[in-house]
Each structure stands twice: as structure tokens, then as C-alpha cells.
T-cell receptor, first 111, second 110 residues
Framework: DQQVKQNSPSLSVQEGRISILNCDYT??????FLWYKKYPAEGPTFLIS?????DKNEDGRFTVFLNKSAKHLSLHIVPSQPGDSAVYFC??????????FGAGTRLTVKP | NAGVTQTPKFQVLKTGQSMTLQCAQD?????MYWYRQDPGMGLRLIYY???????DKGEVPNGYNVSRLNKREFSLRLESAAPSQTSVYFC?????????FGPGTRLTVL
């Protein structure tokens, strides 16, 4: 049973516009959420995280929003740049060391 | 700092063969992890080691064994490879909530 779902396998946006990547989770007990970015032939790299005590966390062009009642989080990238083209994974930290990932969304930012 | 390194980068095995995937980190992290990534799926945790001398099963441990050789190194062993184990394998390490990943090993089992 997938506990973390990213329902959009791909997203294409124009350079300079906003990219919004979405993620849903099933367990209301999850309390720490992360986004990872992955380029081809490389391992994922950490992007941004949010604890369940917050509803928003911002780091430069990247903002993560958490809606606990809807069990939904989203990653906003503004403005989007061609170098942001990658696969983005949503993840939840489950039992301290156990991290569960969504299937990923491939973002393409067109110049 | 090299971060997390994995060897080999690519490997092709025949069904029933065995092999060990190696992972090392130079960040002095206590926790280390092995994941597999299959097409259309996220990374799934195979095993993890919260500290030197301890290992625990993750979401998909069947068919694998691990060894935490020392604080730096965490190996993953396939005793009798099966085509279902064709995947990209990632090792990671952490000291807090953020995990640092290696570049991956692409394994094909024929």
C-alpha cells in the first residue's frame, strides 16, 4: 500500500513561471516531510523539508506547503529555471530511520 | 570530501549468481541505508543501520543481506540473484533527518 503518492508523473512549465509539485500521504501520524531532487545518473539530493508543526517553509526559490487536514503537501518553485529540470521525490520520515518515498514527478522547465 | 561512494556503478549477473554492493561514506554519519529504485516507483528501503553494529529490515528486505563493517562502510549482498532484483540501488547516510545519497549501482539480472 503506497503511503506517499505523487499522482502527476510529469510536469512541464515555462522558464520564469511557477512550478507546483504535489504529494499526498495516507497516515496522519507522519510528522516530517522532505523533498528530494534527482538528476539522471545521480543520487537524490535533499532540497527542503517541513515539520508537521509548521504549514510553510521557504528556502530561496523553493517553498513547501503542508496541509495536515488534507494530508497534502506541495513544493512551489518560483521562478522556475531550466536547471530545475529533474525528478522530484516527496518523502516522509517514518519511525526515525525509515523514509518512504513517492514515485516522483519529472519536471521539465522549457527556456 | 567524497560524500557517499558506491561500487560498482554497473553490474550484470546471471540468475543464481551472488554479489556484494559496496558503500562507504566519509561524513562520520551514524546511520546508513540501502534503497532500490524501480521504474515508476519511488525509492524503497531495503535495510538500514542506525549505528555501527546494528542493522534492521526496511520495506523490502527479502533476498538481501547487509553488513555494517565499520562506521564508514555498509555492504549489501545478494546471495542468489533473481530477475526481480534488477534495479538501481542507492546507498545513503545520515546524521539527522536529511539523507545523503550515493550515485547508485545499476544492476541487471538476466
Amino acid at each position: 500500500d503506497q503511503q506517499v503518492k505523487q499522482n502527476s508523473p510529469s510536469l512541464s512549465v515555462q522558464e520564469g513561471r511557477i512550478s507546483i509539485l504535489n504529494c499526498d500521504y495516507t497516515n496522519s501520524m507522519f510528522d516530517y516531510f522532505l523533498w528530494y531532487k534527482k538528476y539522471p545518473a545521480e543520487g537524490p539530493t535533499f532540497l527542503i523539508s517541513i515539520s508537521s508543526i509548521k504549514d510553510k517553509n521557504e528556502d530561496g526559490r523553493f517553498t513547501v506547503f503542508l496541509n495536515k487536514s488534507a494530508k497534502h503537501l506541495s513544493l512551489h518553485i518560483v521562478p522556475s529555471q531550466p536547471g530545475d529540470s529533474a525528478v522530484y521525490f516527496c518523502a516522509v520520515l517514518y519511525n526515525n530511520n525509515d523514509m518512504r518515498f513517492g514515485a516522483g514527478t519529472r519536471l521539465t522547465v522549457k527556456p | 570530501n567524497a560524500g557517499v561512494t558506491q561500487t560498482p556503478k554497473f553490474q550484470v549477473l546471471k540468475t543464481g549468481q551472488s554479489m556484494t554492493l559496496q558503500c562507504a561514506q566519509d561524513m562520520n554519519h551514524n546511520s546508513m541505508y540501502w534503497y532500490r529504485q524501480d521504474p515508476g516507483m519511488g525509492l524503497r528501503l531495503i535495510y538500514y543501520s542506525a549505528s555501527e553494529g546494528t542493522t534492521d529490515k526496511g520495506e523490502v528486505p527479502n533476498g538481501y543481506n547487509v553488513s555494517r563493517l565499520n562506521k564508514r562502510e555498509f555492504s549489501l549482498r545478494l546471495e542468489s540473484a533473481a530477475p526481480s532484483q534488477t534495479s538501481v540501488y542507492f546507498c545513503a547516510s545520515s546524521e539527522g533527518d536529511e539523507q545523503f545519497f550515493g550515485p547508485g549501482t545499476r544492476l541487471t539480472v538476466l
